[in-house]
Structures are given as C-alpha cells and as structure tokens.
C-alpha cells in the first residue's frame, strides 16, 4: 500500500511482532465494509476503514511508536519524549482531511458526504465529536483546517504507492460514491418526519457508519495482540437458526397442556402463527401479554422463527434491569444450548451482557476483552442498548451496527427512563426502516409510545401490529389475583408491617413484601426476621446475580407445593419483571400502577390456588423516594385512580390492574411529563445551559445561534449536531454505576484470587465473562465512600476490575457501606 517500507500499527508486547500498517488498514477496510454492507454502505465502510490510521505513517508518529516500543533507544538521534506526546501525536485527522479535500468541492453533495466520512474518521478515538459545540465553536472545521505540520495529511498521502493512491483518490471522487451515500440520507426521511426529526436520524446513519468502523478496528488490533482470543470470537458464524427452531420445539412438546399451560401454549402458538404471515423482513410488533403468560418463550418462538424465515443476524433481549437478565438467560440456556462431556454448557448461542466492571475510559487491555454482541442471541439491559445509540465514549457505540438487521425484544418496555423516549421512539424507527431490523414491545402494561407529541417523534401502531389479537380476553382469562387497596391515613408503621405479613404467612402460606428502596427492603426484612417459624430472605441490587439467584432457589424449595414451608420474601422492586416465582399473598408498597401489576405477577403465577391471591397495596410511614423520581410521581397518579376505582370501580370492570385502569394510570403519568420525554439537561450538565438532548442532536439551534452572534453569519457546514456534548450528558439509570466484583461465597473469592493474579488475556477474558455474575454495580457516592474506607481494591494494577473485601459483604443482604464480617446482618 506504501512506497518502499511500510509502516508500524501496533507492536505486540509480550514478543516484539510488528503489525504492519498496511495489514491492520487493508483488515479494518475490509470488516468495515461488511459491517456497513447493512445498511447499503459497504464501499464508504471500506473507504474510512482503509484511511482511519493512514496518519500513522508520519514521520512524526513513526518516531514516536519507535520510541515507545523501545524501537529507538533513548541515546539515539530520533528518540521523542513518549511520556511528554501522549496524546498528542494526531494520527486521525490525516484520513479525515484526506476525505474532505477530496469531495468536498464537488458541490452540496460533495460538503454532506465529505461532512459524514471525515466525523467519523476524526473521531474514531474520543468518540464522535461536536460539529457546533453548546458555545458556538464550528469544532468540525477547525479540524478540516488544521495544519499539515499537525495532520500530515499531504506527507501520508504521498508515501502510498500510485497504485493505492488511484484507488483511494478514484473512489472519493466517484459520482457513484457520492450518490450511493447520498441517496441513503434521503431514505431516511419519511413522511411523518419533521426536519429536526430527519437530522436526528442522519445523526444516527452516522454514527452507526462510526460503529462499523470502531469495531472493525478493535477487533484487528485485538487479533494482532492476543491471536489466541480468535479462538473465543464467533465473527458471526452461528449456529443455524434451524437447529435452534429444532431445539425450542423440543422443548414446546414437553409441557403439559393443562390448565394455564393450555392459555400458554395459545399464546406461543400466536406468535408462532403471527411470524408465519408476515411477509417482510422489519417492523414493529407489540405482544401484549398478561404476567405470566410465557411471553419469554412465546417470543423466543416468533423471533427463532422470524430470523430464519429472513436470514436476519441475530436476535437481542433487551431487558430493564441486569437481575432479570440471570434467570432468562438460564431459561434460554436450558433450551438452546448443548453440553459438553461434563455437563457445561458450550456458551455458542447465548450471551449475557449486563455488567458495567469495565471503568468507561478503556486501556488497550480493556478494549481487547470488551464484548461487542457477536452472539446469535444476545441477552443485554436497556442501559446498553442506549449508550449504544447514544453513549459518550467508543465503548458502546462499537456495538451499534449489531442492532442492524436483527430480531430485537424489548421486555417490559414500560420501564424505560421517560426522559429518553423521544430519541428511544425516532431510534426505533430508524432501526426499523433503515437498518432492516424487526423489534417487538413486550409487556403486560404497554405504554403510550404511539401518542407522544410531536407525533413526528412518536411510534405508529395499529392493531394489525398486535401479535395477540384479543389481549382484553387473555386478561380476564389469566386473571388469577384479587388487588386491593389497603392504604390509610398515617400510613402502615414497620411494626404493622411486619404483623402484616405473619397474617397473609398463616393465611397463604408464602407472602412477597416488595418496596421502592433498598434502605426499606433491609428494615422491613430485619423486622420480618423476628417472626419466628417463618424462614425471612432479602432480595436486592447490592446482591450479585449469583446470589440473588441462590436466594431465590432457596426461596423456591419454601413454595415447593410437594413440600411448602412458611416464607417470606422481602424485595426491591427486581423481582417485579421476569422472575418465575409464586406467593400465596403479595403486598406491595404504593407505586406506580404498572409496578402493581407487576408485582401481581408473582402472585398465583401459575394459578396453584382456586382462589384468586391477594394482592395488598400499603402505604408505608416511612420510605423515602423524593430523589426517585419515577416512582414519585407513579406513586402520586396510582392515588389518583386508586380514589376514582373508590368511587365508581364499574369503568375499571371492578379490577384496578384491568387494560382500562391502565391505560387511565398512562394517561395521567405521560400527561404529566410530556416536557421530560426530549431528554432536558440543565447548566449543571457538560452543556452548561438548559437544552435538551433531542435538539442538541438535531437542529442544535441554540448553539448555532450562538455562532451566528459571535461570526454574524450561519455555520457553512450541512450538519451542525453537538454529538460529543450530547453523549457526555446522556446518563441511562445504572450507566453512571460502576461493577465491583463482590466475594459471594467460595466461587466468588476463587475469582477474585485469579483475577488478582492471571496475567494471559484468554484466560482473563473467560474469567471477566465469569465476574459479570459476581459483580455488584454501585453509584459514584457509594464507591468513594467504600475506597475512603480501604474497602475497595484493584485487581491488578492498571487492569480497572475493582474487588470488595470480604468484611463489607454479608451472605444476607450483599454489599455494605460498613463492615459486616461474620455476624451478617445484625452486626450492620
């Protein structure tokens, strides 16, 4: 690709080998291409792949890597200050120059694509940066304009040979080229579209083109470094969707068919009947399905089926909360997964992606053991899911462009963070329209995302979308629960609480106590211990999965009907959404409607009692939830209807869980925060104004005024979107924590000990995927109040993985802010 010599990449630590430069370009041309082949793009994939590292053949980086790697001794004419240029020796801009200067005076179209190219390019290490930052700097600009002393765009280009020269100069100046990437923006715009909503989506196509390419990158320099990880990678060589329809159906013929099996099996039947007669690749589904209805399974059989039918890539779950991801994983497992002679599973189909232990800026050890879904199904949170679309950083942008052409589940949707529903609706749209991909919403209590205003950022549903045709009947069929409204004035003290749920133990049997915080949930569990004869456990997100999952066995031998033992289960709100499991009562601290109906679930799941369960709705003396904005104001509107179900519970057809009352609970919860759902950042955020995220990757219309009072005329670039200040203000619930690797049990000190102590990467890898089961995620406050303690270590220097020491976790109720040691609880 060069004149003569070629030039340095990386150079692989432990032994010296150089991977060429033209190698690593030629392999990330080639990947990226692939990638982008998705969405129609594989020649501009194969374009920013072959230039992203083109700077390094500079003379200035080429003394810098030498002087790094050892290469050029520190005695030697050439030597560089390496400590002193970190980060400053510019490799990306040169590619990025190269494109812009190539295109960019062929006309309009030649400023937007040589705009979209070069943003990808300039930004493949810091993730996308601003075109027009918050205060009015064309940032973009500046880069194209940056002098060649800096980039080296004109050096680099004049040491590839003629031939690579033709080849890159004869595309970029393609009509073709250009028409193709043109024509691809201009699919984006659809009829129900406004102009901020069309730019919102460019912004997407973009940073979906920057997904392929980040992810082509890492995985050549990752392959270079550690060749043995190639071994653990799929690169999209997947068990056959035939196989796994196979397996599933196996699995379909052992269930009885009696009972409430019997409304099961017409519910997977559905699904299995509604992708039978669809008759294209993408859309948008809703399955409506009561609480235990088998939606897991039900949707598995569309999705298998749906992927197969049209050769889609993979299928993805995406889940609210990391603690449901344990249990559907197993499900799954148990199904699709083979066994090797010792009875472990092979892990070909199934991955689970849910842990945040990786620290947010990545070292190179880090990038290379970083997931990027390469999973026939894929089991991940919606945290994930939007720091993919819109994350800071290059970590989850990397996974983008797996959510192209896929199978794409969205379990108990109505948990998704209000303020992102506006870039999560005109996000699924763009997934579905322009990246080929089908997605289903799934839940009992489907939220209104079909009636946000402007309607331009809204979904389109009908009833032919519905994959269940008559879900009021299934309701009313699966209704197994009596809900009742026992909330007082003054409210319901600890003690009353605790005598509360000894009474429902001796009349069902079992009761579930679920509450809003994690503070309520260890007071009310330390209560319920003093009941004597009444085995009492705690469940919680300061649990590791693996514990969560052994409480929850231990939980499920005390509501074995073989063998029923008095319980009691106090719990988070995570046991609300896909956790299989049946009390004989349930009483439920007052919250949002949805979060009620959720909680009925695990009341006479499986309708074991003739008599409908009961459910209790209570309003504690003390919890507090004021900084719980969510449950706030559900809280406030389930008291609204819980006074209009008083009055006249006929329109609710005598059921404060029916489709009605729900759909009453949305519209006064949407109504209410109508001015939340386009992302609102306040001055205090890395925006420094009151803005919103919507408009800020869109039109971003204040700093655009802002450069048109300080240059008194408008930007001259097409796309004006302040991407990287965005991503930096975008904060999902969970993505600010960060995993701590707790010390649950033998299995999980064995694990910290290794990671303390291995040093091969492939061997660390597996570990890391193991320590997603042991890992704890907590807020930045906690996690310096642990480290000012010398309760929080590193597991090897440099490596990111923290691990807690063994006296700040009980076997009861997980982590703690204080020492616990050996006595567990009631030493706290």
Same mark, same amino acid.
């Given at each position: 690709?060069?004149?003569?010599?070629?030039? /340095?990449?990386?150079?692989?630590?432990?032994?010296?080998?150089?991977?060429?430069? %033209?190698?690593?370009?030629?392999?990330?041309?080639?990947?990226?291409?692939?990638?982008?082949?998705?969405?129609?793009?594989?020649?501009?994939?194969?374009? /920013?792949?072959?230039?992203?590292?083109?700077?390094?053949?500079?003379?200035?980086?080429?003394?810098?890597?030498?002087?790094?790697?050892?290469?050029?001794?520190?005695?030697?004419?050439?030597?560089?200050?390496?400590?002193?240029?970190?980060?400053?020796?510019?490799?990306?801009?040169?590619?990025?120059?190269?494109?812009?200067?190539?295109?960019?005076?062929?006309? +309009?179209?030649?400023?937007?694509?040589?705009?979209?190219?070069?943003?990808?390019?300039?930004?493949?290490?810091?993730? +996308?940066?601003?075109?027009?930052?918050?205060?009015?700097?064309?940032?973009?600009?500046?880069?194209?304009?940056?002098?060649?002393?800096?980039?080296?765009?004109?050096?680099?280009?004049?040491?590839?040979?003629?031939?690579?020269?033709?080849?890159?100069?004869?595309?970029?100046?393609? =009509?073709?080229?250009?028409?193709?990437?043109?024509?691809?923006? *201009?699919?984006?715009?659809?009829?129900?579209?406004?102009? @901020?909503?069309?730019?919102?989506?460019?912004?997407?196509?973009?940073?979906?083109?920057?997904?392929?390419?980040?992810?082509?990158? *890492?995985?050549?320099?990752?392959?270079?470094?550690?060749?043995?990880?190639?071994? +653990?990678?799929?690169?999209?060589?997947?068990?056959?969707?035939?196989?796994?329809? %196979?397996?599933?159906?196996?699995?379909?013929?052992?269930?009885?068919?009696?009972?409430?099996? $019997?409304?099961?099996?017409?519910?997977?039947?559905?699904?299995?009947?509604?992708?039978?007669?669809?008759?294209?690749? !993408?859309?948008?589904?809703?399955?409506?399905?009561?609480?235990?209805?088998?939606?897991?399974?039900?949707?598995?059989?569309?999705?298998?089926?749906?992927?197969?039918?049209?050769?889609?890539?993979?299928?993805?779950?995406?889940?609210?909360?990391?603690?449901?991801?344990?249990?559907?994983?197993?499900?799954?497992?148990?199904?699709?997964?083979? #066994?090797?002679?010792?009875?472990?599973?092979?892990?070909?189909?199934?991955?689970?992606?849910?842990?945040?232990?990786?620290? !947010?800026? @990545?070292?190179?050890?880090?990038?290379?053991?970083?997931?990027?879904?390469?999973?026939?199904?894929?089991?991940?949170?919606?945290?994930?899911?939007?720091?993919?679309?819109?994350?800071?950083?290059?970590?989850?942008?990397?996974?983008?462009?797996?959510?192209?052409?896929?199978?794409?589940?969205?379990?108990?949707?109505?948990?998704?963070?209000?303020?992102? &529903?506006?870039?999560?609706?005109?996000?699924?749209?763009?997934? /579905?329209?322009?990246?080929?991909?089908?997605?289903?919403?799934?839940?009992?209590?489907?939220?209104?995302?079909?009636?946000?205003?402007?309607?331009?950022?809204?979904?389109?549903?009908?009833?032919?979308?519905?994959?269940?045709?008559?879900?009021?009947?299934?309701?009313?069929?699966?209704?197994?629960?009596?809900? #009742?409204?026992?909330?007082?004035?003054?409210?319901?003290?600890?003690?009353?609480?605790?005598?509360?749920?000894?009474?429902?133990?001796? @009349?069902?049997?079992?009761?579930?106590?679920?509450?809003?915080?994690?503070?309520?949930?260890?007071?009310?569990?330390?209560?319920?211990?003093?009941?004597?004869?009444?085995?009492?456990?705690?469940?919680?997100?300061?649990?590791?999965?693996?514990? *969560?999952?052994?409480?929850?066995?231990?939980?499920?031998?005390?509501?074995?009907? #073989?063998?029923?033992?008095?319980?009691?289960?106090?719990?988070?709100?995570?046991?609300?959404?896909?956790?299989?499991? %049946?009390?004989?009562?349930?009483? *439920?601290?007052? $919250?949002?409607?949805?979060?009620?109906?959720?909680?009925?679930?695990?009341?006479?799941?499986?309708?074991?009692? +003739?008599?409908?369960?009961?459910?209790?709705?209570?309003?504690?003396?003390?919890?507090?939830?004021?900084?719980?904005?969510?449950?706030? /104001?559900?809280?406030?509107?389930?008291?609204?209807?819980?006074?209009?179900?008083?009055?006249?519970?006929?329109?609710?057809?005598?059921?404060?869980?029916?489709?009605?009352?729900?759909?009453?609970?949305?519209?006064?919860?949407?109504?209410?925060?109508?001015?939340? &759902?386009?992302?609102?950042?306040?001055? =205090?955020?890395?925006?420094?104004?009151?803005? =919103?995220?919507?408009?800020?990757?869109?039109?971003? #219309?204040?700093?655009?005024?802002?450069?048109?009072?300080?240059?008194?005329?408008?930007?001259?670039?097409?796309?004006?979107?302040?991407? &990287?200040?965005?991503?930096?203000?975008?904060?999902?619930?969970?993505?600010?924590?960060?995993?701590?690797?707790?010390?649950?049990?033998?299995?999980?000190?064995?694990?910290?000990?290794?990671?303390? %102590?291995?040093? @091969?990467?492939?061997?660390?890898?597996?570990?890391?995927?193991?320590?997603?089961?042991?890992?704890?995620?907590?807020?930045?406050?906690?996690?310096?109040?642990?480290?000012?303690?010398?309760?929080?270590?590193?597991?090897?220097?440099?490596?990111?993985?923290?691990?807690?020491?063994?006296?700040?976790?009980?076997?009861?109720?997980?982590?703690?802010?204080?020492?616990?040691?050996? &006595?567990?609880?009631?030493?706290?």
């Amino acid at each position: 690709m060069f004149k003569g010599t070629d030039y /340095i990449a990386h150079r692989r630590e432990k032994d010296g080998e150089i991977h060429g430069l %033209s190698y690593h370009l030629e392999a990330v041309s080639k990947k990226t291409g692939e990638f982008a082949s998705k969405v129609g793009l594989k020649e501009q994939g194969e374009i /920013i792949g072959l230039l992203h590292d083109i700077g390094k053949a500079s003379h200035e980086f080429k003394q810098y890597i030498k002087s790094a790697v050892g290469l050029i001794k520190p005695d030697e004419d050439d030597y560089v200050d390496v400590a002193g240029l970190k980060g400053k020796v510019d490799h990306s801009t040169a590619g990025a120059q190269v494109i812009y200067r190539n295109i960019v005076g062929k006309g +309009l179209a030649g400023v937007f694509v040589s705009q979209v190219l070069s943003l990808c390019l300039a930004s493949h290490h810091s993730g +996308l940066i601003d075109c027009i930052t918050p205060e009015g700097i064309d940032t973009y600009s500046k880069r194209m304009r940056k002098r060649e002393d800096k980039s080296h765009a004109d050096e680099v280009i004049e040491k590839l040979s003629n031939e690579a020269k033709e080849r890159i100069i004869g595309q970029l100046q393609s =009509n073709c080229f250009l028409q193709n990437l043109t024509d691809r923006f *201009r699919a984006l715009k659809s009829a129900a579209d406004s102009p @901020e909503t069309c730019t919102f989506k460019c912004g997407l196509l973009i940073r979906f083109l920057f997904s392929c390419l980040l992810d082509a990158d *890492r995985l050549s320099t990752a392959d270079f470094e550690e060749p043995d990880l190639k071994k +653990l990678r799929h690169y999209g060589n997947y068990v056959d969707w035939k196989v796994l329809i %196979s397996r599933l159906n196996k699995k379909l013929e052992d269930f009885d068919s009696k009972g409430i099996n $019997a409304i099961r099996q017409k519910i997977s039947q559905a699904c299995y009947d509604f992708a039978d007669k669809l008759v294209r690749p !993408n859309g948008l589904y809703q399955l409506t399905v009561p609480t235990g209805g088998g939606k897991t399974l039900a949707s598995l059989r569309f999705a298998l089926h749906h992927a197969g039918k049209y050769k889609l890539d993979r299928i993805i779950y995406v889940l609210p909360y990391t603690t449901i991801i344990d249990q559907n994983a197993e499900e799954m497992r148990k199904v699709l997964e083979e #066994k090797d002679k010792k009875g472990v599973y092979l892990n070909r189909v199934v991955l689970e992606h849910h842990s945040n232990l990786m620290p !947010n800026r @990545e070292t190179v050890r880090q990038k290379v053991l970083s997931e990027n879904w390469d999973a026939p199904i894929v089991l991940t949170t919606n945290v994930q899911v939007l720091e993919a679309l819109f994350g800071s950083g290059t970590r989850g942008a990397r996974r983008l462009h797996q959510l192209a052409n896929a199978v794409i589940i969205f379990d108990e949707v109505q948990i998704l963070p209000v303020k992102c &529903m506006q870039l999560f609706n005109v996000a699924i749209n763009f997934l /579905i329209n322009n990246c080929g991909s089908t997605v289903v919403l799934c839940t009992a209590t489907q939220p209104f995302l079909d009636k946000i205003e402007p309607k331009s950022r809204s979904l389109y549903i009908t009833a032919e979308q519905q994959m269940v045709s008559d879900a009021k009947q299934l309701f009313n069929d699966l209704k197994r629960v009596e809900v #009742k409204d026992k909330t007082k004035v003054g409210g319901w003290s600890d003690d009353e609480i605790r005598e509360l749920a000894w009474q429902k133990v001796i @009349e069902s049997g079992s009761v579930l106590v679920v509450v809003n915080t994690k503070t309520s949930a260890r007071k009310i569990y330390q209560q319920c211990t003093q009941i004597d004869n009444v085995k009492t456990y705690h469940l919680s997100t300061h649990m590791c999965p693996v514990h *969560r999952l052994d409480v929850l066995n231990q939980v499920k031998k005390c509501l074995d009907p #073989k063998d029923p033992k008095p319980v009691i289960c106090v719990s988070t709100q995570l046991i609300e959404a896909g956790v299989d499991i %049946s009390f004989g009562s349930v009483i *439920r601290f007052l $919250a949002g409607l949805d979060s009620i109906a959720q909680a009925a679930g695990r009341c006479n799941r499986h309708r074991e009692r +003739l008599a409908p369960g009961e459910v209790l709705i209570i309003n504690p003396t003390e919890e507090n939830i004021n900084r719980l904005e969510d449950i706030r /104001i559900g809280k406030e509107k389930t008291e609204r209807l819980l006074g209009e179900f008083k009055d006249n519970p006929e329109i609710f057809g005598h059921n404060i869980i029916s489709p009605e009352a729900m759909d009453r609970y949305y519209q006064y919860y949407f109504y209410q925060r109508a001015r939340e &759902m386009n992302y609102p950042v306040t001055e =205090n955020s890395p925006v420094h104004r009151a803005d =919103n995220l919507f408009n800020l990757l869109s039109a971003n #219309k204040m700093s655009v005024d802002e450069y048109v009072r300080i240059n008194n005329k408008a930007p001259e670039i097409p796309l004006r979107q302040a991407f &990287m200040s965005a991503a930096k203000s975008f904060d999902v619930i969970e993505s600010v924590a960060r995993g701590i690797v707790v010390p649950y049990g033998k299995e999980g000190n064995d694990l910290i000990s290794k990671l303390c %102590s291995v040093v @091969e990467i492939d061997k660390q890898y597996k570990l890391h995927r193991r320590a997603q089961l042991y890992s704890v995620n907590i807020f930045p406050n906690i996690l310096e109040k642990l480290q000012k303690q010398g309760a929080i270590h590193e597991a090897q220097i440099g490596s990111g993985i923290l691990y807690l020491d063994d006296r700040y976790y009980s076997d009861e109720f997980g982590l703690s802010e204080s020492p616990v040691k050996n &006595m567990g609880f009631l030493n706290v």
